[in-house]
Protein backbone atom coordinates (compact mmCIF):
# COMPACT_ATOMS: atom_id res chain seq x y z
CA UNK A 1 0.00 0.00 0.00
CA UNK A 2 1.48 3.31 -1.27
CA UNK A 3 2.64 5.40 1.96
CA UNK A 4 0.59 8.76 0.99
CA UNK A 5 -3.02 9.46 -0.65
CA UNK A 6 -1.88 10.97 -3.68
CA UNK A 7 0.66 7.88 -4.89
CA UNK A 8 -1.73 5.33 -4.14
CA UNK A 9 -3.90 7.79 -6.70
CA UNK A 10 -1.22 7.33 -8.78
CA UNK A 11 -0.84 3.37 -8.36
CA UNK A 12 -4.59 3.00 -8.92
CA UNK A 13 -4.68 5.14 -12.42
CA UNK A 14 -1.42 3.19 -13.48
CA UNK A 15 -3.01 -0.16 -12.85
CA UNK A 16 -6.72 0.60 -13.85
CA UNK A 17 -6.99 3.46 -16.64
CA UNK A 18 -6.20 3.22 -20.25
CA UNK A 19 -2.52 4.90 -20.46
CA UNK A 20 -2.43 7.55 -23.09
CA UNK A 21 -5.94 8.31 -22.51
CA UNK A 22 -6.46 11.85 -21.02
CA UNK A 23 -10.08 10.88 -20.21
CA UNK A 24 -9.55 7.19 -19.13
CA UNK A 25 -7.27 9.53 -16.71
CA UNK A 26 -9.92 11.66 -15.53
CA UNK A 27 -12.78 9.02 -15.39
CA UNK A 28 -10.49 7.19 -13.38
CA UNK A 29 -9.40 9.40 -10.82
CA UNK A 30 -12.93 10.33 -10.08
CA UNK A 31 -13.86 6.84 -9.58
CA UNK A 32 -11.51 6.48 -7.02
CA UNK A 33 -11.83 9.79 -5.17
CA UNK A 34 -15.83 9.30 -5.17
CA UNK A 35 -15.34 5.55 -4.33
CA UNK A 36 -12.32 5.16 -2.02
CA UNK A 37 -10.53 8.24 -0.59
CA UNK A 38 -11.42 12.05 -1.07
CA UNK A 39 -9.09 14.39 -2.58
CA UNK A 40 -9.26 17.96 -3.61
CA UNK A 41 -9.38 17.29 -7.22
CA UNK A 42 -11.80 19.84 -9.05
CA UNK A 43 -13.87 16.39 -9.83
CA UNK A 44 -16.27 15.74 -12.58
CA UNK A 45 -19.27 18.45 -11.50
CA UNK A 46 -16.61 21.26 -11.33
CA UNK A 47 -14.88 19.80 -14.33
CA UNK A 48 -18.10 20.10 -16.50
CA UNK A 49 -17.95 23.92 -16.22
CA UNK A 50 -13.84 24.15 -16.58
CA UNK A 51 -13.97 21.95 -19.54
CA UNK A 52 -17.04 24.36 -20.74
CA UNK A 53 -14.85 27.42 -19.99
CA UNK A 54 -11.83 26.33 -21.78
CA UNK A 55 -13.89 25.35 -24.98
CA UNK A 56 -15.26 29.10 -25.46
CA UNK A 57 -12.07 30.28 -24.41
CA UNK A 58 -9.84 28.26 -27.19
CA UNK A 59 -6.75 29.23 -25.00
CA UNK A 60 -3.08 29.13 -26.90
CA UNK A 61 -0.92 29.84 -23.61
CA UNK A 62 -3.18 28.45 -20.07
CA UNK A 63 -1.82 28.80 -16.23
CA UNK A 64 -2.68 26.82 -13.59
CA UNK A 65 -2.01 27.52 -10.27
CA UNK A 66 -2.23 24.26 -7.97
CA UNK A 67 -1.20 21.16 -10.39
CA UNK A 68 -1.92 18.75 -7.13
CA UNK A 69 -2.03 14.92 -8.39
CA UNK A 70 -2.04 16.43 -12.39
CA UNK A 71 -5.88 16.12 -12.72
CA UNK A 72 -7.30 19.56 -14.12
CA UNK A 73 -3.66 19.93 -15.96
CA UNK A 74 -5.20 16.39 -17.88
CA UNK A 75 -8.66 17.62 -17.72
CA UNK A 76 -7.53 20.94 -19.38
CA UNK A 77 -4.80 19.55 -21.79
CA UNK A 78 -6.91 17.18 -23.22
CA UNK A 79 -9.13 20.16 -25.00
CA UNK A 80 -6.34 22.12 -26.06
CA UNK A 81 -5.49 22.72 -29.63
CA UNK A 82 -2.03 21.61 -31.12
CA UNK A 83 0.64 23.97 -30.28
CA UNK A 84 -0.83 25.34 -27.06
CA UNK A 85 1.20 24.86 -23.75
CA UNK A 86 -0.48 24.40 -20.23
CA UNK A 87 2.27 25.89 -17.54
CA UNK A 88 0.99 24.50 -14.01
CA UNK A 89 2.61 25.71 -10.51
CA UNK A 90 2.96 23.12 -7.67
CA UNK A 91 4.67 24.19 -4.76
CA UNK A 92 4.37 20.65 -3.12
CA UNK A 93 7.39 18.78 -4.66
CA UNK A 94 6.22 15.34 -3.74
CA UNK A 95 2.45 16.01 -5.55
CA UNK A 96 4.79 17.72 -8.34
CA UNK A 97 6.60 14.20 -8.81
CA UNK A 98 3.32 12.42 -8.68
CA UNK A 99 1.79 15.05 -11.19
CA UNK A 100 4.55 14.79 -13.29
CA UNK A 101 3.62 10.82 -13.50
CA UNK A 102 0.22 10.88 -13.93
CA UNK A 103 0.10 13.69 -16.65
CA UNK A 104 2.85 11.49 -18.71
CA UNK A 105 0.69 8.28 -18.08
CA UNK A 106 -2.06 10.59 -19.65
CA UNK A 107 -0.09 11.26 -22.59
CA UNK A 108 -0.52 15.20 -22.31
CA UNK A 109 3.50 15.90 -21.62
CA UNK A 110 4.44 17.67 -24.99
CA UNK A 111 1.45 20.10 -23.42
CA UNK A 112 2.19 20.52 -19.86
CA UNK A 113 5.16 21.97 -17.94
CA UNK A 114 4.90 21.51 -13.86
CA UNK A 115 6.99 24.51 -12.32
CA UNK A 116 8.01 23.50 -8.90
CA UNK A 117 8.13 26.44 -6.59
CA UNK A 118 5.35 29.40 -5.01
CA UNK A 119 3.19 31.34 -7.32
CA UNK A 120 4.68 34.78 -5.86
CA UNK A 121 8.16 33.56 -7.19
CA UNK A 122 7.00 32.03 -10.26
CA UNK A 123 4.89 34.32 -11.39
CA UNK A 124 7.28 37.05 -11.69
CA UNK A 125 9.53 35.10 -14.03
CA UNK A 126 7.22 33.87 -16.39
CA UNK A 127 8.35 36.29 -18.92
CA UNK A 128 11.95 36.45 -18.40
CA UNK A 129 12.59 32.72 -17.48
CA UNK A 130 9.66 30.81 -19.51
CA UNK A 131 9.12 32.89 -22.23
CA UNK A 132 5.71 33.74 -21.69
CA UNK A 133 4.42 37.14 -23.09
CA UNK A 134 0.57 36.74 -21.86
CA UNK A 135 -1.58 33.74 -20.71
CA UNK A 136 -5.27 33.38 -22.35
CA UNK A 137 -6.61 31.55 -19.13
CA UNK A 138 -5.68 30.76 -15.70
CA UNK A 139 -7.40 27.81 -13.19
CA UNK A 140 -6.85 29.47 -9.51
CA UNK A 141 -6.74 26.51 -7.48
CA UNK A 142 -4.16 26.41 -4.90
CA UNK A 143 -5.03 28.67 -1.57
CA UNK A 144 -7.99 31.04 -1.61
CA UNK A 145 -5.99 33.03 1.04
CA UNK A 146 -3.67 33.72 -2.05
CA UNK A 147 -6.06 34.11 -5.05
CA UNK A 148 -6.02 37.99 -5.00
CA UNK A 149 -2.52 38.44 -4.13
CA UNK A 150 -1.77 36.46 -7.38
CA UNK A 151 -4.46 37.74 -9.18
CA UNK A 152 -2.74 41.40 -8.43
CA UNK A 153 0.64 40.50 -9.37
CA UNK A 154 -0.67 38.64 -12.95
CA UNK A 155 -1.93 42.48 -13.61
CA UNK A 156 1.34 43.86 -12.14
CA UNK A 157 3.37 41.58 -14.71
CA UNK A 158 1.51 42.60 -17.29
CA UNK A 159 0.74 38.74 -18.01
CA UNK A 160 -3.24 39.04 -18.53
CA UNK A 161 -4.38 41.43 -21.60
CA UNK A 162 -7.91 42.21 -22.30
CA UNK A 163 -10.16 39.37 -23.05
CA UNK A 164 -7.62 37.05 -20.56
CA UNK A 165 -9.92 34.94 -18.43
CA UNK A 166 -9.36 33.98 -14.41
CA UNK A 167 -11.01 30.58 -13.52
CA UNK A 168 -11.23 29.71 -9.62
CA UNK A 169 -11.94 26.94 -7.79
CA UNK A 170 -13.82 26.95 -4.33
CA UNK A 171 -15.40 30.31 -3.77
CA UNK A 172 -18.02 29.26 -1.61
CA UNK A 173 -16.33 26.35 0.25
CA UNK A 174 -13.66 27.25 1.71
CA UNK A 175 -14.41 30.22 0.08
CA UNK A 176 -12.71 33.34 -1.06
CA UNK A 177 -14.51 35.62 -0.18
CA UNK A 178 -11.84 39.02 -0.69
CA UNK A 179 -11.53 37.25 -4.38
CA UNK A 180 -14.68 37.55 -5.41
CA UNK A 181 -15.09 41.00 -3.57
CA UNK A 182 -11.97 42.14 -5.64
CA UNK A 183 -13.45 41.36 -9.10
CA UNK A 184 -16.18 41.81 -8.86
CA UNK A 185 -15.41 45.27 -7.64
CA UNK A 186 -12.04 46.77 -9.12
CA UNK A 187 -14.13 47.74 -12.82
CA UNK A 188 -11.86 45.21 -14.60
CA UNK A 189 -13.61 42.21 -14.80
CA UNK A 190 -16.60 41.21 -16.14
CA UNK A 191 -17.61 37.90 -13.79
CA UNK A 192 -19.62 34.97 -13.69
CA UNK A 193 -20.87 33.18 -10.61
CA UNK A 194 -21.07 29.12 -11.62
CA UNK A 195 -22.74 27.22 -8.59
CA UNK A 196 -22.01 24.01 -7.84
CA UNK A 197 -21.18 21.51 -5.31
CA UNK A 198 -17.57 20.47 -3.97
CA UNK A 199 -15.45 17.80 -5.35
CA UNK A 200 -17.04 14.01 -4.43
CA UNK A 201 -19.72 15.91 -1.93
CA UNK A 202 -22.83 17.51 -1.53
CA UNK A 203 -21.72 20.46 -0.21
CA UNK A 204 -22.04 24.14 -1.87
CA UNK A 205 -19.17 25.02 -4.08
CA UNK A 206 -18.41 27.16 -7.00
CA UNK A 207 -16.93 28.81 -9.43
CA UNK A 208 -15.89 32.13 -10.26
CA UNK A 209 -15.29 33.21 -13.56
CA UNK A 210 -13.38 36.84 -14.53
CA UNK A 211 -12.51 38.30 -18.08
CA UNK A 212 -10.17 41.05 -17.74
CA UNK A 213 -11.45 44.00 -19.66
CA UNK A 214 -7.79 45.49 -19.61
CA UNK A 215 -5.63 47.78 -16.87
O1 LIG B 1 -6.44 23.73 -0.63
C1 LIG B 1 -7.13 23.51 -1.64
N1 LIG B 1 -6.62 23.87 -2.85
C2 LIG B 1 -7.31 23.67 -4.00
N2 LIG B 1 -8.51 23.12 -4.03
C3 LIG B 1 -9.09 22.70 -2.85
C4 LIG B 1 -10.35 22.08 -2.93
O2 LIG B 1 -10.93 21.93 -4.16
C5 LIG B 1 -10.97 21.63 -1.77
C6 LIG B 1 -10.38 21.80 -0.52
C7 LIG B 1 -11.11 21.29 0.66
C8 LIG B 1 -10.53 20.36 1.50
C9 LIG B 1 -11.26 19.86 2.55
C10 LIG B 1 -12.57 20.30 2.78
F1 LIG B 1 -13.27 19.80 3.79
C11 LIG B 1 -13.13 21.23 1.93
C12 LIG B 1 -12.39 21.74 0.87
C13 LIG B 1 -9.10 22.42 -0.42
C14 LIG B 1 -8.48 22.60 0.92
C15 LIG B 1 -8.93 23.62 1.74
C16 LIG B 1 -8.38 23.79 3.00
C17 LIG B 1 -7.38 22.92 3.44
F2 LIG B 1 -6.86 23.07 4.67
C18 LIG B 1 -6.91 21.91 2.61
C19 LIG B 1 -7.47 21.74 1.35
C20 LIG B 1 -8.45 22.87 -1.60
MG1 LIG C 1 -10.02 23.18 -5.64
Not at 36 to 64: R, S, Y
Not at 80 to 107: D, W, Y
Not at 112 to 125: A, D, H, M, N, R
Not at 151 to 180: H, M, R
Request: proline content about 4%; hydrophobic content about 35%; some cysteine.
Amino acid sequence: MAQRLEERILEYVKQHAAEGDPQSVVDHIDKYCSQNEWAMHVGDEKGLILDQVVKETNPTIVLELGTYCGYSATRIARLLKPGSRLLTVEMNPENAAVAKQMIQFAGVQDKVEILEGSTEVIIPSLKTKYGVDRVDFVFIDHFSERYTADTKLLEECQLIKKGSVLLADNVVFPGAPDFLEYVRTCGRYDCTYYPSHLEYSDKLDALEKAVFKGP
